[in-house]
């Protein structure tokens, strides 16, 4: 399965060439880049031309850009005007969201990739018509001019009642919006559980964010490393070896100083996820 991983575990520094050779000489072969603006500008030119003449020379692709959740640098500590939400019920708001999300997916016009992981709604967010009709307007919009760019949007499984496994397969055969999925497994911990949401989704799933929790808390541990995450990678590995050629095995994880360097963590954490066999199959 390729090793993939999103540039999440490096959200509080600024991306740049050098966190990029990094990645790739860790073994990584494909990245998603998280767009939250004190890492990646979308709005800097000279840095997406900085990372965009890295890429052309490189073997390591982008597969996927994650869509802003906030307009600000900060992760929303300027309030809740920064929140980015296309289930926003009032249209002049909305519009300004979804420019937003437009102004990051020009990126694939100077770095190519395949697609844009994009979320329904805000964790916790509760069931509600108005927003599901909200989210078709915006995605209807935001469809069109992802295919411009060559970019399929992906909608991912997080822990609200708009984004379970079963609500997002509702909501496309529902609006019959060409778009795929990425499966959240820590996401999935937390809602149906890992099994159950990938026998829902595994047709439609297009790419994954891998990571541990304890069910309870979104955390983004790193799976093994971690005390409190309790996903069975043995079982979970056996699922998605069942259909690897669908997508990678992308790893969304949130740094810890007390792991030491991040990548190569990420690094012992592929090693690990690798090594897991079926139950009752010896190892090598």
């Not at 970019?151 to 609200?160: G, T």
Request: glycine residues 4%.
């Amino acid at each position: 399965m390729l090793n993939a991983l999103s540039t999440h575990l490096l959200i509080n520094h600024r991306l740049n060439t050098v966190w990029l050779e990094k990645i790739w000489k860790s073994g990584v072969t494909a990245v998603e880049i998280f767009c939250a603006r004190q890492h990646l500008d979308y709005l800097n030119k000279a840095q997406i031309a900085e990372l965009g003449h890295w890429f052309k020379d490189s073997p390591m692709v982008l597969h996927s850009l994650h869509a802003p959740m906030f307009s600000d640098d900060c992760n929303g500590k300027t309030g809740p005007n920064a929140v980015i939400t296309i289930t926003e019920p009032v249209k002049s708001k909305r519009v300004t969201m979804v420019d937003e999300i437009k102004r990051a997916l020009e990126v694939a016009e100077d770095i190519p990739c395949r697609y844009l992981v994009q979320h329904i709604g805000v964790p916790g967010e509760e069931y509600d018509e108005r927003k599901w009709d909200a989210a078709f307007t915006a995605l209807d919009e935001l469809r069109v001019f992802a295919k411009q760019r060559g970019v399929q949007i992906l909608l991912e499984n997080i822990p609200n009642r708009l984004s379970t496994a079963e609500r997002l397969v509702q909501f496309l055969e529902m609006t019959h919006q060409d778009l795929g999925v990425c499966f959240d497994l820590g996401h999935a911990h937390m809602q149906e559980g890992v099994s159950p949401a990938f026998q829902i989704l595994s047709n439609r799933i297009r790419s994954t964010h891998v990571h541990d929790n304890n069910s309870v808390q979104d955390a983004h541990l790193f799976p093994y490393l971690h005390e409190g995450g309790s996903i069975d990678w043995q079982d979970t590995m056996q699922l998605l070896r069942s259909r690897s050629e669908q997508y990678p095995l992308m790893l969304e994880l949130k740094e810890d100083p007390a792991l030491g360097p991040p990548l190569e963590a990420a690094a012992e954490v592929f090693r690990r996820l690798e090594a897991e066999r079926p139950k009752g199959e010896e190892r090598n």
